[in-house]
């Protein structure tokens, strides 16, 4: 039986389905985002930029990096643009995988956004994400 108040979420897969999960069962260990706009106040805005880059885990050890860009725009002539890349992990991955996964979707998704000088911020987002992963005990 479902439970209606569980918030569900569709996130995109590279060459695959997106996948639906529930945001309780699979909860954002790592995250990493940046925002951009024209002016100085973002609701009055006619350009906005938004990167993210997060990972998601469920207690069987499964993960899902995925990562999104979005650019809205109101001037004429122009175009409303995003990218969406993502994949999932098998059960019991280890730290290396996901780390390596951050890597792999971001590097990806900077080749699909196309935007001049974003291949540097993709490497900080993915670095500033993986850095925002839970501690490891030593």
């Known amino acids: ?10 996130i995109t897969m590279t060459d695959r389905p997106p996948v639906t999960i529930s945001e309780e069962q699979w909860p954002l260990i790592a995250t990493a985002r940046e ?6 106040v973002e ?8 990167w993210f880059v997060g990972v998601r885990q469920h207690d069987d050890g499964r993960a899902i990096v995925y990562a999104t860009y979005s650019y809205s725009t109101h001037w004429q002539g122009e175009r ?5 890349r993502g994949v999932m992990l098998p059960i019991n991955s280890d730290v290396t995988s996901v780390i ?7 590097a990806d998704i900077s ?14 987002l993915a670095a500033e994400c993986i850095a925002d992963m839970p501690a490891e005990e030593v």
């Open 35 to 40: 925002t951009e706009h024209d002016g100085q």
């Open 80 to 84: 409303d643009y995003g990218a969406k």
């Open 100 to 106: 390596a996964a951050i890597r792999d979707v971001c």
């Open 43 to 50: 609701c009055q805005a006619n350009r906005r930029s938004k």
């Open 1 to 10: 039986m479902s439970d209606t108040n569980t918030s569900r979420r569709t």
């Open 111 to 124: 080749d699909a956004e196309c935007a001049d000088g974003d291949a540097g911020r993709w490497q900080t």
